[in-house]
């Protein structure tokens, strides 16, 4: 790489600022295990009744935290720009290298015989 020339200058610095936060967004309910809660089932005439565990579940209010920009800003105030230019050989230029190469063999040549 071959460093260029620089541009004029526009300016020099960049800022930038923002105020990021979460509020919580009510997405709805979710039923939740709470206990076992003893039900009787299968009562005789005599009032005697067998019991079974039977799970007991509550609403459970969801929220969900979501992002916000609060407050954002960008403060463009200059610029600089160098140019690199990477130096890159035309076809002509291997053309002329090859007819030299060829002209040094064939002069080199007649010279030995």
Same mark, same amino acid.
């Given at each position: 790489?071959?460093?260029?020339?620089?541009?004029?200058?526009?300016?020099?610095?960049?800022?930038?600022?923002?105020?990021?936060?979460?509020? *919580?967004?009510?997405?709805?309910?979710?039923? !939740?295990?709470?206990?076992? $809660?003893?039900?009787? +089932?299968?009562?005789?005439?005599? /009032?005697?009744?067998?019991?079974?565990?039977?799970?007991?579940?509550?609403?459970?209010?969801?929220?969900?935290?979501?992002?916000?920009?609060?407050?954002?800003?960008?403060?463009? *105030?200059?610029?600089?720009?160098?140019?690199? !230019?990477?130096?890159?050989? $035309?076809?002509?230029? +291997?053309?002329?290298?090859?007819? /030299?190469?060829?002209?040094?063999?064939?002069?080199?040549?007649?010279?030995?015989?």
């Amino acid at each position: 790489m071959v460093s260029g020339a620089t541009l004029t200058e526009l300016a020099g610095q960049f800022n930038a600022t923002a105020d990021y936060g979460y509020i *919580s967004v009510f997405m709805g309910y979710e039923e !939740v295990f709470s206990h076992y $809660e003893s039900v009787p +089932y299968n009562c005789d005439s005599e /009032g005697v009744c067998e019991y079974r565990d039977e799970p007991v579940y509550i609403q459970v209010p969801v929220y969900q935290d979501q992002g916000v920009i609060g407050e954002a800003s960008i403060n463009l *105030s200059s610029i600089r720009v160098v140019a690199n !230019v990477v130096a890159v050989p $035309e076809a002509d230029t +291997y053309t002329m290298l090859l007819a /030299g190469l060829g002209l040094l063999g064939w002069s080199t040549r007649r010279r030995q015989s």
